[in-house]
Nanobody, 114 residues
């Protein structure tokens, strides 16, 4: 079976940090480019960061310099270190491949509030 499980979200003040983790299973993710996405009410899910099997990372402009995506191997665990968090980073964060498979996990809530 295919499974994506996100964890590590929480409530932090602006300027704080969180580290998200994503465990994956299923052959569809082997050697795949993995990514973090986020979604807020009333908006489409957006790509935040991605990392290839070789370790090449890309970020959306709004998180460049603040977030770091990493993986411990090409397909099992993906991380997102989030620093200098802003209220506009508040969202449910999901991991998936890029392009995304339809098997979305539950996501993990990140709330940045003063």
């Amino acid at each position: 079976q295919v499974r994506l499980v996100e964890s590590g979200g929480g409530v932090v003040q602006p300027g704080g940090s969180l580290r998200l983790s994503c465990t994956t299973s299923g052959l569809v993710f082997k050697f795949a480019t993995m990514a973090w996405y986020r979604q807020v009410p009333g908006k489409e899910r957006e790509l935040v960061a991605s990392i290839s099997a070789s370790g090449t990372a890309d970020y959306v402009d709004s998180v460049q310099g603040r977030f770091v995506i990493s993986r411990n191997n090409p397909y099992t665990t993906v991380f997102l270190q989030m620093n200098s968090l802003k209220p506009e980073d508040t969202a449910v964060y999901y991991c998936n491949s890029r392009p995304a498979k339809p098997n979305w996990g539950r996501g993990t809530q990140v709330t940045v509030s003063s």
